[in-house]
Every structure is written in C-alpha cells, then in structure tokens.
C-alpha cells in the first residue's frame, strides 16, 4: 500500500509538473552576479543595468546616445537647470513622490560612489508647482557632462530604499534575482509579469539553456566562440552590432616594476592582440585604442592601434594577473600571460569570484588585472578613471595613473560645452594616454544579444541597458 501511494503522489506530481503554465517572466541570463543593486554604490554593468529597472532618474540616455527625459523634462539657463517632475510620480509602495524626496536623493548621492560626478552642483531646491514637483539645481561652473552624469542619479525615498522605477525587487540570491512588474505604474508599466535574472557562471551550461529555451535573452553574455554554435538554433535570434565596451589590461602603477613606461610598453608590445581577436574572438571584435569606441562622437579615429613587437626581455619578477572567475575571462588572462612570458615576463594568473575580484581591483590591491569598461558614453571617464585625485577607494582610478597634464585638460574638458573644443581635447587626452599607457587598450567588443523569439518588441540597446524590458512582450 505504501508503495502504491509514492507511485500516485510520483505521477500526481509529474502530471501537475507538465501541465504547470509556462512562466511569463522573461529570464535573463548573467555570466557574474552583480557587486550590488544599492544605486548608491553600484559601479559594474550588471548592478548598474538592473538597477535602472528599480530606480527611475531625472535624465537617461537615448538610442542616439545623448541624454533624453525620465522622469522629467528640463530647460536649461547658463549654469541653472529646471527640471519639471512627472506628476504623480510613485515608489514601488504607492505613495508619491515629493520634494524632500528628490532633495534627499540630491544629498546622497552627492556623498556616494559618484560623488566626484556631482561635485559642481551648487545648490538644489525643489519645490510643488501644481501638479508637479519643479527641481531648481544651480552648477558652480559650466558642465558639459551635468545631463548624463544625471543617470547615475536615482530618486530614492527619503529613509528607504524604495524606487519609483518599473519594477521592484522581490528576492535576490547567488543564483536568482527576481523583478515584479508594476503593472500599475503611471508612465512605464511593462507588458510582461516581471524578470528572472539568472545567473549561469558555465558558458556551456549558459548555451544549453538558450538552446533549451530555459533563457529568453542574453546580452553580452556568452563568448565569441560560442555565437556561430548559437546562430543555428531556429528559435533564436542573434544581433550583432558595434558597442560601447573596451576590454583592456589594468596596470596598478603603485607597483615599482610597473611605474616604469619602459616595462609596460614592452608588456603591450608583447601581446599579439590581433591573433586574440582573429581566432580567440572569432573576429568578434576589433584592435583599442582608446577608452572610447568608434561609435563615440569624441573617439580619436587617428589613433594607431599598438604595435605587436615581441622582443626578449630581462625576466621580471613575479606579477600576478588577476581575472574573474568567468571562463572567458580567466581564458583570455591565460592567453595574455602566455604572449608575456614569450617575452621573459613571470606571469602568473589568479582568478576569483567577481566579487572579490571587483573588490580587490576597486581597492587598488592587484599588480595586473583584465578588466571591461561597459557603456562608456561621455569622454570624462577620462577623468572619472584617471584623474590624479580620484584613486582609490573613494574613486575609480584603480592603477593610481597620474599626470598633471591630463589633470587639467580633463578638467578643461568637464568645463567646456562646445562640441568642437571640446573634441580637440579629448583628441590630445587619448594621444597621451596611450601614451603613458596606464592600461594597454586591448579590443572593442562587437556587442552580441541573444533572443529567442518568442520575446517581441525586443530592439538591441546600444548601451547595453535593460530598459528594454519595459517594452517587450512574452508569447
């Protein structure tokens, strides 16, 4: 009797397992977790991305790359911004949005990670007109980046960390982040129930799931090897289109080995970067020059991509090159390492968990570590990543790069408004910087977004957002 009872429960079970309607979530696949979804503090793509789903901003950035309204619409006189609000605007708990709030959210983040984002703003005030709420902000100096350094601001309810986005958060663990749509939201309610973000650490294990249909889309996420294996699934789609992302080699110059030009510019002449892209990448990329990309309207497109000129060196001491725990990852640093030992370069690779990973490298603890940077829009991620005063760990210049040079143009650069001076520059921050060569640019990922077709709608973002979910369906 016993055993008859586990059998009916077993196909009571199975039954209800296949007759259970599908999910209409659209998961999402993720190679690495991210560090954070704390908009206060997230700096890596995948924080940063899902993160714009919870939290709405004044300002975000368009197809056309330049800054267009959120939650609000703006006019600009001289150094004063007046943004009007979206009326009736509501955090994931229903109650409105107010002045105190964006206030609030003002100080914060003038105080967080971005910090040196806003360090020109004067004064803000906000205030009720109506039926809206009218932000007066007041710069020290001209700032030509002000609108899109504005995405990285979120409205936050004051004492809580409630959005006013499209989605909320409802569980986030190691393997699983899942968003609730809000249905009801007043300007950008999606057609979908909500997101799975799943994280999938194996590559293989992330092209059975696409294949399997277990993944609705995937983008940036698998290796370039595994795109043509991809493009023969007939349920997918696979959109190939030039990005915004630079995968580059991170010196740390507080290391006495590495302070020397001499030594880095043998280490990058060491590197056959084109064989890399040619049969590593499967073409899916092209030779770096810059932190910017072709697509920028401010990328040096007279720039000469390094030289491959591998002589032998005198052997170095050991220099440990770190890398995520994500095969690609940890792959191309095996790679790297070889073409520098070639050279008489001791070369040893550590790889980790992203978190300790990204931990480490934001602290300045690392002698070498392969590195991306991902949506890269204004050029003063020149001075964001460079600039003398911004090392770690209260800002982003991670290899501690110094040049007082670069100091003051970067500076003149954040001043300047005019495209045209502006572009001049930049021209001359990009020709001493590869110069210097506190990074060696090594490619320009060609951005790849994996689909399948039963998600609608879907039109690759340059940038990489996820600000698309807002507008695809489920079949």
């Not at 550590?350 to 204004?378: C, H, K, N, P």
């Amino acid at each position: 009797m016993r055993s008859c009872t586990i059998l009916l429960a077993t196909l009571l079970l199975v039954a209800c397992t296949r007759t259970a309607p599908p999910t209409h979530d659209v998961v999402v696949a993720l190679s690495q977790p991210p560090s954070t979804l704390d908009p206060l503090f997230t700096t890596d793509a995948a924080g940063t991305r899902i993160a714009g789903l919870l939290y709405s901003s004044f300002v975000r950035i368009g197809v056309d790359l330049k800054p267009q309204p959120e939650a609000a619409t703006w006019k600009q006189d001289g150094t004063t911004y007046t943004f009007s609000v979206l009326p009736n605007l509501t955090f994931s708990d229903g109650s409105r949005l107010t002045p105190e709030d964006i206030d609030s959210s003002f100080e914060l983040f003038q105080k967080s990670a971005f910090a040196s984002s806003f360090k020109t703003i004067a004064s803000v005030r906000s205030r009720r007109v109506n039926d809206h709420i009218e932000t007066v902000v007041r710069l020290s100096q001209p700032s030509a980046t002000f609108l899109s350094d504005l995405m990285t601001l979120k409205l936050l309810k004051r004492g809580s960390q409630l959005g006013t986005g499209p989605f909320v958060l409802v569980s986030q663990n190691a393997n699983d982040i899942r968003l609730r749509a809000r249905k009801d939201h007043p300007y950008w309610p999606p057609k979908i129930e909500g997101v799975n973000f799943k994280i999938v650490r194996d590559d293989n294990t992330r092209v059975m799931k696409m294949q399997k249909g277990e993944i609705d889309l995937a983008q940036a996420e698998f290796p370039a090897m595994k795109i043509a294996q991809l493009e023969k699934s007939p349920n997918l789609t696979v959109y190939k289109y030039p990005g915004l992302a630079l995968t580059y080699l991170l010196f740390n110059l507080k290391d006495p080995y590495l302070a020397d030009l001499s030594h880095r510019q043998a280490m990058a002449a060491s590197i056959d970067r084109e064989s890399i892209v040619r049969y590593k990448l499967d073409g899916l990329a092209t030779l770096a020059t810059s932190l910017l990309t072709p697509v920028n309207p401010f990328f040096d497109s007279t720039l000469t991509p390094l030289k491959f000129d591998r002589r032998a060196v005198p052997e170095s001491p050991e220099l440990i090159l770190k890398t995520s725990s994500a095969p690609a990852a940890v792959e191309n640093g095996k790679i790297i390492a070889a073409d520098l030992k070639k050279a008489g370069f001791n070369v040893r690779v550590q790889s980790f968990e992203w978190g300790t990973f990204y931990g480490d490298v934001q602290r300045g603890r690392f002698q070498l570590a392969t590195m991306r940077w991902v949506g890269t829009i204004d050029p003063d991620l020149y001075r964001k990543a460079l600039h003398s005063k911004d090392v770690p760990p209260a800002g982003r210049n991670r290899g501690s790069y110094a040049n007082d040079w670069v100091d003051k143009l970067a500076e003149e650069g954040l001043r300047e408004t005019d495209f045209a001076r502006r572009k001049k520059i930049y021209d001359q921050i990009q020709k001493q910087v590869l110069h210097d060569l506190p990074f060696v640019p090594l490619w320009y990922d060609t951005e790849v977004a994996v689909v399948n077709k039963r998600i609608k709608n879907y039109v690759p973002p340059p940038d990489g957002s996820f600000w698309i979910l807002t507008k695809v369906e489920k079949q």
